[in-house]
């Protein structure tokens, strides 16, 4: 039984994207969100800008959306890393070190056409219930 928890911010923020899903949904102590676009957690609004920003947003995005349905980046077990460009990973690896530290989930990172909308990386992560 999978059970859909609503982020007001970030759901609506993904909702105005046009995609149809769920931010974070929980099926048993598993929690699985969607591909997080770089939101702010604020305003709800895309940031664009450098690779750094885009993934910090991003991250802030997972943290805000995991810790809404009692869960954490401590928690999480698995992320998925999409970017537009392989050569921006650097990047997105010194950022994601700030997040995660040195315990670092299993996670996989791919390089993906880039979108129609104005952003270059996509996080998504499974994390346990704590």
Request: with cysteine; aromatic share 6%; hydrophobic share 45%.
């Amino acid at each position: 039984m999978r059970h859909v928890i609503e982020v007001p911010v970030i759901s609506a923020a993904i909702r105005r994207l046009g995609a149809p899903t769920s931010a974070i949904v929980q099926t048993g102590d598993l929690l699985f969100t969607c591909g997080m676009p770089p939101i702010d957690g604020v305003t709800g609004e895309i940031v664009t800008g450098p690779i750094e920003a885009q993934t910090r947003a991003s991250l802030n995005a997972l943290k805000i959306t995991l810790e809404h349905a009692g869960s954490s980046l401590a928690h999480v077990v698995k992320a998925t890393i999409y970017v537009t460009d392989p050569k921006l990973m650097g990047d997105v690896n010194a950022v994601y070190r700030e997040f995660f530290g040195d315990e670092w989930p299993a996670r996989t990172s791919a390089a993906i056409r880039p979108w129609t909308l104005p952003f270059d990386i996509e996080i998504e992560c499974v994390a346990t219930v704590r």
